[in-house]
């Protein structure tokens, strides 16, 4: 099968490359997709897509003409490719499902630390020479509450680790694991009872209709002043503008972020030399109480070997006339 993958980065490409065990041809090209750069897929079968790339109705139809037919995505959110319209036009999508829930919760934790230990404040004062401590100070994690919203793959794995810290678990899910109940002695509460509850909130859902903003003006009012904010799952599950306004203010203490709710255009770019045009983004980045990293949750070598083997596995099943474990329909 004559594959084009989108969004190529020289790090990723020896992973995949070792999944796909010269099976298939495959181009690469830096690109992202959008109504662009859709005709570079003229005569590819199957185009594999990450989490910045644009699958919306207008990129699906011109690809459509083109002679694609499957699509591919490298992650396990697809919130960029317009679901039904891709059922309709006549497409094949898989994800990459939990391709390592670890990666994305130990970066989580790292987060967690960093902020509350002001590890980036304390190792940018030492490049200056200057060792005080005024700054510096954070919070035992152990015996504090943890709101842990979406107890999924990610969820299970930052439950175990938390638990590990001594924290008091409090979660929120459509669909309660009773077995962390009996293991970690979790609490299942409202979203709401979490946000007025809880020391540290970490979010671990996917971006849809109904989580979209799910973090807005009326939860942040009801959190604690010193509460902080973790969020590894997706930027516009946060409305940012509202979060901006409790953060300036000191009703929330701190928020750690590996995601935000416009990242196309600058995340996985170097913007050094340009710098950057979204003025809130910029506000964000100025705060004190912020720490944002560049979605790079994924980025372990598991990470990246079980992403690459996911993706050809779904290739593969194409290939051979069969339907893949993770398509995103019957």
């Given at each position: 099968?004559?594959?084009?993958?989108?969004?190529?980065?020289?790090?990723?490409?020896?992973?995949?490359?070792?999944?796909?065990?010269?099976?298939h041809?495959?181009?690469?090209?830096?690109?992202?997709?959008?109504?662009?750069?859709?005709?570079q897929?003229?005569?590819?079968?199957?185009?594999?897509?990450?989490?910045?790339?644009?699958?919306?109705?207008?990129?699906?139809?011109?690809?459509?003409?083109?002679?694609?037919?499957?699509?591919?995505?490298?992650?396990?959110?697809?919130?960029?490719?317009?679901?039904?319209?891709?059922?309709?036009?006549?497409?094949?999508?898989?994800?990459?499902?939990?391709?390592?829930?670890y990666?994305?919760?130990?970066?989580a934790v790292?987060?967690?630390?960093?902020?509350?230990?002001?590890?980036?404040?304390?190792?940018?004062?030492?490049?200056?020479?200057?060792?005080?401590?005024?700054?510096?100070?954070?919070?035992?994690?152990n015996?504090?509450?943890?709101?842990?919203?979406?107890?999924?793959?990610?969820?299970?794995?930052?439950?175990?680790?938390?638990?590990?810290?001594?924290?008091?678990?409090?979660?929120?899910?459509?669909?309660?694991?009773?077995?962390?109940?009996?293991?970690?002695?979790?609490?299942?509460?409202?979203?709401?009872?979490?946000?007025?509850?809880?020391?540290?909130?970490?979010?671990?859902?996917?971006?849809?209709?109904?989580?979209?903003?799910l973090?807005?003006?009326?939860?942040?009012?009801?959190?604690?002043?010193?509460?902080?904010?973790?969020?590894?799952?997706?930027?516009a599950?946060?409305?940012?503008?509202?979060?901006?306004?409790?953060?300036?203010?000191?009703?929330?203490?701190?928020?750690?972020?590996?995601?935000?709710?416009?990242?196309?255009?600058?995340?996985?770019?170097?913007?050094?030399?340009?710098?950057?045009?979204?003025?809130?983004?910029?506000?964000?980045?100025?705060?004190?109480?912020?720490?944002?990293?560049?979605?790079?949750?994924?980025?372990?070598?598991?990470?990246?070997?079980?992403?690459?083997?996911?993706?050809?596995?779904?290739?593969?099943?194409?290939?051979?006339?069969?339907?893949?474990?993770?398509?995103?329909?019957?």
């Open positions: 099968m004559k594959i084009l993958l989108y969004s190529a980065k020289n790090f990723e490409i020896p992973f995949l490359e070792r999944a796909n065990k010269k099976e041809k495959i181009a690469y090209t830096r690109d992202a997709l959008d109504s662009e750069t859709a005709i897929a003229v005569g590819f079968e199957a185009i594999v897509l990450f989490s910045g790339d644009d699958a919306s109705l207008i990129v699906l139809e011109k690809l459509w003409e083109l002679g694609v037919r499957y699509i591919a995505l490298r992650s396990a959110g697809y919130n960029n490719v317009q679901i039904e319209a891709a059922k309709r036009i006549g497409f094949k999508v898989a994800n990459a499902p939990d391709y390592s829930p990666a994305i919760a130990e970066h790292a987060l967690l630390l960093a902020l509350n230990r002001k590890v980036v404040l304390a190792a940018n004062q030492g490049q200056a020479y200057d060792f005080t401590q005024d700054k510096l100070i954070g919070f035992d994690l015996e504090k509450t943890i709101g842990i919203i979406g107890t999924g793959g990610i969820g299970k794995v930052m439950i175990k680790i938390m638990a590990g810290f001594g924290c008091k678990i409090l979660a929120h899910d459509l669909y309660p694991d009773n077995s962390l109940v009996d293991k970690y002695g979790v609490t299942y509460k409202t979203f709401r009872e979490i946000c007025s509850e809880a020391n540290i909130i970490s979010l671990h859902i996917p971006l849809t209709q109904d989580t979209h903003y973090i807005d003006k009326t939860l942040l009012d009801l959190m604690k002043k010193d509460v902080l904010l973790v969020n590894t799952a997706r930027g599950v946060v409305k940012t503008k509202d979060l901006i306004k409790h953060l300036e203010t000191n009703t929330a203490a701190g928020y750690a972020t590996d995601v935000y709710e416009t990242e196309k255009g600058v995340f996985f770019l170097d913007n050094s030399k340009t710098g950057i045009q979204d003025s809130q983004l910029q506000k964000l980045l100025s705060l004190p109480n912020v720490l944002l990293t560049p979605h790079q949750g994924y980025l372990t070598k598991e990470a990246l070997t079980n992403i690459g083997e996911i993706t050809f596995y779904n290739i593969d099943c194409w290939a051979m006339g069969k339907k893949s474990s993770n398509e995103l329909w019957d």
